[in-house]
């Protein structure tokens, strides 16, 4: 059973940085692409972040890219996504997940990843 752990989130003022992780057991993630999404009070869940397996190639929605980067340790079974600069609008509750096909490359629909974690809740206010 495969099972993805975000961590890593928590309250921050305008202009801080978070680091989120995601741990996965149950199946090593060396061969999949990995995504973050993230879901505010009241809206659509929304890509993201992601990255290709092997690392190659990232790909971020606009409203994070410059600010938030995403890295993968395979040796750990990890993902990490890093955010800089955040905004009031950057909060979300933020959720890591797993591609659904083996050295597949299409980063942005939710159908196209079949494991997903619990969520990390990540709060950016004055």
């Known amino acids: 059973q495969v099972q993805l752990v975000e961590s890593g989130g928590g309250s921050v003022q305008p202009g801080a940085s978070l680091k989120l992780s995601c741990i996965v057991s149950g199946r090593t993630i060396g061969d999949y692409a990995m995504g973050w999404f993230r879901q505010a009070p009241a809206k659509e869940r929304e890509f993201v972040a992601a990255?290709?397996?092997?690392?190659?190639?990232?790909d971020y929605d606009d409203s994070v890219k410059g600010r938030f980067t995403i890295s993968r340790d395979d040796a750990k079974n990890m993902v990490t996504l890093e955010m800089n600069s955040l905004k009031p609008e950057d909060t979300a509750i933020y959720y890591c997940a797993e591609h659904k096909r083996p050295t597949w490359w299409s980063a942005r629909s939710e159908d196209e990843y079949s494991e997903w974690g619990q969520g990390t809740q990540v709060t950016v206010s004055a």
């Open positions: 990255i290709s397996w092997g690392g190659r190639r990232t």
